[in-house]
């Protein structure tokens, strides 16, 4: 951008006009559709070194010169601050240099420019998001948000935006189904949202050359995810990505229905400060059919209770975790007795188990699974997600690590899928209708954060041509 001062004529007395700004900014043509766009959001998934941070920083440039809007305020939000100074500074002070004649001041302290118009573009980061409280914002860049804790951008940046309508770009990388991921599936269906895929194969930004170089140096996943933005590709320490990306490929993860002719198992992973997460299974000749799951936080037994017995299935019996037999000091009972109280019957406890045994019991049981796509969303997602503690710590967004008013997580417990697949050989009424290999199989499978087990069946009936009464075609083989 530069600054281009028209001559005044010397014969007349009138003033010279005001300084005309040139854009000198030339932008790769893979982001002409960005600078152009209307909408008010957007979400940008690139590969590694395609020019969307600088892209951004002159968006932001160009909004705080042109925005009409008294006092207007951008910003620039990456998971560390530390990182927003590395990543953008230099680009931010490269983009305002031109206009320093025209009185644009650097504030390097601040990490905040200011225009002649009262306009200014300030770096933050989201591993101090109290800093943010309290201002408001006309747009707003976040870079990497798959690294930053998903409740900056609800319960602080959001908020910001609001009485002046600003905008936000949300850009990055992707890394496994999370918040980027959500966001991006919602940008592609949802007015007013613009939405860009920039893929190293595609764009012909990064030699052909060294695309062969960097494929020999990195696993497959990690090429996909880096250079291919593959949200899809396993995530890197993941114990069952590679196991849930087959089930994808095999179309196991597809629409399940709910079958009346055989019980409902109920699988509970009772979270205290995360999540509750439920898991509803039906057990279809030798495939196990995950038809439904449901997550919440920060309510009580009954508000599950009540979420089971609004759905029209028949439940066989409810697997708890074996510490619900624990007695809670505040109230003198176990979650495991308040559950009876509300009404639940054939409540079975979760033997305790070794961790590693609990992650091959899953590994062997995921194959025969088939999960509906819809109902099952949020679980597979955390499926594809769950991985050691010490690569969870890794991978966990600043954001949600630093001590701040957003307390400390690292997202919900994945998900225990412990499943009772059949408790006797027979079962009365309806239920013993269901299925003769369900009624046979004596196998109980569970997985928290990949802690589970499994009993193997003792016989074994032919698979059934399809679950849910055939209406997934044929089973992969």
Partial sequence: MTARNSQPDSSTANPPPAPELVFDYRAREQFFGFHARGERFACIVTHRRAGKTVACIQAL??????????????????PFLKQSKTVAWDYLRGAIAPLIEMGARVRQSELRVDYPNGGQVRLYGADNPDALRGIYLDGVV?????????????????????????????IG???GR?????????????????????KASGTGLIPTGELELARRDLTEEQYAQEFECSFEAAVVGAYYGKLMARAEEERRVARVPYDPAAPVWISWDLGMRDATAIWFVQAIG????????????????????????????????????HDAQAKELGTGKSRLEVLEQLGLKTITLAPMHRIEDGINAVRVFLPKCWFDAGKCARGIDALNSTAPRSMRRALTPPASRCSSRIRCTTGPRTRRIRSAISRS???????????????????????????????????RSAPSPACGGGTLGHRPS
């Fill in 286 to 321: 030798r495939e196990i059919c995950i038809i439904d799951y449901y997550e919440g936080r920060g309510v009580d037994l009954d508000h599950y209770v009540r979420e089971l017995l609004q759905k029209p299935y028949v439940y066989a019996g409810h697997i708890v975790p």
């Fill in 173 to 175: 990388t992707p890394k």
């Fill in 178 to 198: 999370n918040a980027f991921f959500a966001l991006w599936r919602r940008a592609q269906s949802e007015a007013n949202w613009f939405s860009l895929m920039l």
């Fill in 142 to 170: 976040l870079d990497e948000y798959a690294d930053m804790d998903a409740r900056v951008w609800a319960e602080i940046i959001r908020p910001a935006l609001a009485d002046r309508a600003g905008w936000a770009v949300f």
């Fill in 61 to 78: 440039q160009r909004a705080a010169l042109t925005c009409p809007r008294v006092r207007p305020r951008f910003a620039y939000l990456s």
């Fill in 425 to 459: 050989r027979s079962m009365p009424g309806r239920r013993a209708r269901a299925s003769t290999a369900a009624s046979s199989m004596r196998s109980r499978a569970w997985c928290n954060f990949g802690e589970c087990h499994l009993d193997e069946p003792r016989t």
